[in-house]
């Protein structure tokens, strides 16, 4: 079975400045793929960036960029410049690519404040 | 135009009551899923439709009953309502066919408080 660890609970950053947001998963399979999820206090589920694992360039959405290392089995999100709006729970996700079932599988997200 | 809408956004119910959650995607998307999230902001599926067929059903009591009258719409209703059903429940759609993969569309969820 996959699962999907992310190990800070809680990070805060300054205004303008850059975070990393860490994750990993565990998986037998071969070709998957992985989101970060953005939750703002909204509660409304944002998707901020999707990479497939078949692909070795890190995707990146603007000031999101991940990096990807499949061998290792992690898939770090780095925020730039941040923004008091970035504020929000950020979830790591997996996705097996193959099979009739397209289940997302959650870490258990990390709550990240950014600071004025 | 919103793509997932799920109503209502607020529930709070006695314990023992009949309640649903309606959902619906102007997406065209073909599957649609369930999920619930706990207190602690944990997200756990609990069942997906693919047009109309159920095809995950997580390990959840019988008295969730999902139903899906057409691939736009999953409902979601819930006997015999427990304290321990408290949660947000977040509807969702994307699009399996092609062998593509693309993330979840998501509602806006709805918080359900058991009293």
């Known amino acids: 079975a996959q699962t999907v660890t992310q190990s800070q609970p809680e990070m805060s950053v300054q205004e303008a400045e850059t975070v990393t947001l860490s994750c990993t998963y565990d998986?037998?399979?071969?070709?998957?793929?992985l989101f970060w999820y953005k939750q703002p206090p909204s509660r409304q589920m944002i998707l901020v960036i999707r990479?497939?694992?078949?692909?070795?360039q890190n995707a990146t959405e603007n000031r999101f960029s991940v990096n990807f290392q499949k061998a290792a089995k992690s898939f770090s999100l780095k925020i730039s410049d941040s923004q008091l709006g970035d504020t929000a729970m950020y979830f790591c996700?997996?996705?097996?690519?193959?099979?009739?079932?397209?289940?997302?599988?959650f870490g258990t997200g990390t709550l990240l404040a950014v600071q004025p | 135009d919103t793509a997932v809408s799920q109503t209502p956004k607020y529930l709070v119910t006695q314990m023992g009551n009949d309640k649903s959650i309606k959902c619906e995607q102007n997406?065209?998307?073909?599957?649609m899923y369930w999920y619930k999230q706990d207190s602690k902001k944990f997200l756990k599926i609990m069942f997906s439709?693919?047009?109309?067929?159920?095809?995950i059903n997580e390990t959840v009591p019988n008295r969730f009953s999902p139903k899906s009258p057409d691939k736009a719409h999953l409902n979601l209703h819930i006997n015999s309502l427990e304290l321990g059903d408290s949660a947000v429940y977040f509807c969702?759609?994307?699009?399996?066919?092609?062998?593509?993969?693309?993330?979840?569309?998501f509602g806006s969820g709805t918080r359900l408080t058991v009293v």
């Open positions: 969702a759609s994307s699009q399996v066919s092609y062998g593509t993969r693309s993330g979840y569309t």
């Open positions: 998986t037998s399979e071969n070709n998957y793929y």
């Open positions: 990479q497939e694992a078949y692909k070795q």
């Open positions: 996700a997996f996705m097996k690519r193959s099979g009739a079932t397209n289940k997302l599988i």
């Open positions: 997406l065209g998307h073909d599957t």
């Open positions: 439709y693919n047009n109309k067929e159920l095809i």
